[in-house]
């Protein structure tokens, strides 16, 4: 396979940035994936899937490979339960559809979540009290080095907030490929403890929701909140929820009674970044056409012709911003290239 040359990415990545990659391939196929690692052993390599959680900030001269390998189905059921597996190149959002017309409940509040399935484990994605390592099962990852196909687990994965192996201890040493969730097929839990959901589920008169109109509940949310990357490019949210000690925490409460808080445990708090930019002013704010959404200060956006160089200076003098008037470190959920 001959990779073309001088692609732009900009139809590639949810921000919409216009960067070229100076050799371009696509891989539809496992054994074709094999045979162009193989191939272009020596080069250096960059693979991309849905773009949506990267903010490119200049043209990329490794090989791009584009990972589009589909596939999802059932594996096996009982009464209970089915163990469902999707390939790496499954949007995200329409494997969750997938999963809601075959009345598996599990995925239900990580609808409409950009991206694809084989970077969920990674970013370990999340959103309603619901994260992948609550259903995940294990997911098969391609060692780069030797080709080899590996196994894990959920406990070798490592998951933490919006953490994994991947992105930590095995960074940029395995591609997943595919990944297997255990779903329910009654019984369902149904996550609806965040007020969003409660209030949506409320306005519509549903008194007891199934997983259909939890997905319809967390769909409508996102849209009144979050911009469409079709429309205004954005990665969703840009940056973590900060965990601080809870001591920490009851002292910013002193002087901000109103600070939004979730308790992790009795010694850490978590607090809502976008709160935090919220009240550094930044909400709404546009600079050229890189800006903060006026609806959710936690993601940036690309009014169009912004470089990811822009969006990355405004993402660092937010985060310089909020550590100056909480003294909080806000980090990036996004990768940044």
């Not at 930590?168 to 255990?182: E, G, R, T």
């Not at 930044?282 to 940036?300: E, I, M, N, P, T």
């Amino acid at each position: 396979m001959t990779p073309a040359t001088d692609i732009s990415l900009k139809e590639l990545n949810t921000f919409g940035i216009d960067v070229k990659a100076k050799r371009f391939i696509v891989t539809t196929q496992t054994e074709q994936l094999l045979n162009l690692l193989k191939q272009y052993r020596d080069d250096t390599l960059f693979f991309l899937g849905g773009g949506s959680n990267m903010l490119l900030t200049k043209d990329i001269e490794a090989l791009v490979i584009q990972l589009a390998i589909k596939g999802k189905k059932i594996l096996r059921e009982d009464d209970d339960f089915a163990w469902v597996e999707a390939q790496v190149g499954e949007n995200w959002h329409e494997f969750v559809l997938w999963t809601l017309k075959h009345n598996l409940g599990g995925l239900e509040n990580l609808s409409l979540i950009p991206g694809q399935v084989g970077t969920t484990p990674i970013q370990n994605i999340g959103a309603y009290g619901v994260e992948i390592k609550d259903q995940m099962v294990e997911c098969v990852a391609l060692r780069i080095k030797d080709l080899e196909l590996v196994t894990f687990s959920n406990e070798q994965c490592a998951f933490d907030y919006r953490e994994s192996v991947f992105k930590n201890a095995l960074k940029d040493q395995y591609i997943v490929l595919s990944v297997v969730f255990k779903l329910t097929k009654r019984n369902h839990k149904l996550h609806i403890g965040y007020g969003a959901i409660q209030s949506e589920l409320q306005q519509n008169n549903i008194i007891e929701p199934t997983i259909h109109d939890v997905s319809k509940a967390v769909i409508a949310i996102r849209e009144s909140k979050l911009p469409n990357p079709k429309e205004i490019g954005n990665s969703g949210s840009f940056f973590k929820n900060p965990v601080i000690s809870t001591q920490q925490f009851h002292e910013l409460q002193r002087e901000y009674p109103e600070i939004p808080h979730y308790t992790v445990n009795e010694e850490l708090t978590k607090i809502p970044a976008g709160w935090l930019i919220e009240q550094t002013g930044f909400k709404g704010k546009r600079f050229g056409d890189a800006g903060v959404h006026s609806k959710q200060a936690l993601v940036l956006v690309n009014y169009g012709n912004a470089t990811g160089a822009e969006i990355a200076q405004l993402a660092a003098t937010i985060q310089e911003a909020v550590l100056q008037k909480f003294h909080i470190e806000i980090s990036a959920e996004v990768n940044i290239f």
